[in-house]
């Protein structure tokens, strides 16, 4: 039954009971039970968040003069954040989140090729096939082109030959990722940063999971392959606020290292009764919680807190790798320079293994080809290492080893 607009009004604190009511069938995600979709730190920050989103939540960015609080907030976030991604004063904008940041990144590389070749008509974009499904859904919006170039089948990182070789005489874009979200290693981007700077395209990092991640990975002392802006060649970065950024969800990052190409990004329209219309996103009204949020989130974290964080998630993931290392049947997928994680089973089924991880109350995906089970490790897992591998052991038991039907894989509906 659908139900009808409410002809009377409802006390606040039934509202709320009824949200709380709603949100008990969720996943259990303070509970380090999300191995998707969410980032969690721990209470205090959440709190934080919460109330800095409330403080932002009326609030739209979408007019820097009526609220230079946010404009002041948003410089600062792409500066601060530029900084750690070397680029100090980088161009940009926060965006809602990792697909408006490459759908922009994308129609920027489109606008400016269609700027200096007024006659083309096709651009085309060259990406890895581990590449995220937002840079598809921005060429089909924008009407471009793409190849999907398969990735070195041992390391699973970008080909760095068959990428190049998948260059056109109309390709504006190469996109490469810090790391990959399906299984977590960086790929080979100084080299082919070079390639497309040789040829004058654009060469996109999307760092949506791991800008926010790999720079503090590295200052723990471990070897992080050079991602950012410190490579010649690199033109724009996508970096997720809300994922390993631990802030509130709806932001994003994207970032140019030179205004002359950030500049396409924006739209001014003045032939409107309402007067000239400018703005820098895909999105009109821009919500203020968010960027509140995201402001707040970083200051208060600074550089001890996500130390903190990312030395929680890389002990958690370490003990998950050795722990999957110990159930027979399972290996991990390349290596991780992360804490995103893939396995595979030569024999086990693992839609079985995702279903019976299921039943005990984990969420984990589905993925594929080659057919493999994700983990995105984040700091809220370090206190479930035990009992997680306990369980995935017990689903490995129970998971009848049955041939595998690809059509099946995905979860993302
Ligand atoms: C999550 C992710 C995206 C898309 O970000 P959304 O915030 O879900 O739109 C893009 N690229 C990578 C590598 C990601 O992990």
Known sequence: MPVSFPISATPSVDVLAKI???????????DGRAFAYVYYADSALESLLGEAYLAGASTNGLSRSAFPSLGQMEDEILEMVGDLLGCPDPDGSITSGGSESIFLAVKTARDRASALHPDADSFHIVLPASAHPAFSKAAHFLRLETTRVPVDARTLRADPVLMVEAIRANTVLMVVSAPSYPHGVVDPITELAAEAAFRNILCHVDACVGGMLLPFVGRLGRTVPNFDFSVPGVTSMSVDLHKFGYTAKGASLVLYRDPSIGAYQRFIFDDWSGGKYSAPNLTGTRPGGPIAAAWAGIQYLGLPGYLQLVRRALAATQAILDGIDNIPGLFVLGSPDATLVAFGSAHLSLKGVVEEMSRRGWVMGL???????????TASHDRVVDELLSDLRDACRAAVAEPEAMGEVGRYS
Not at 20 to 30: C, L, P, Y
Not at 367 to 377: A, E, F, N, R
């Open 20 to 30: 709380e009511e709603m949100q008990s069938n969720d996943v259990h995600w303070r």
């Open 367 to 377: 993925q594929g080809p080659p057919l493999s089970i994700h983990l995105t490790v």
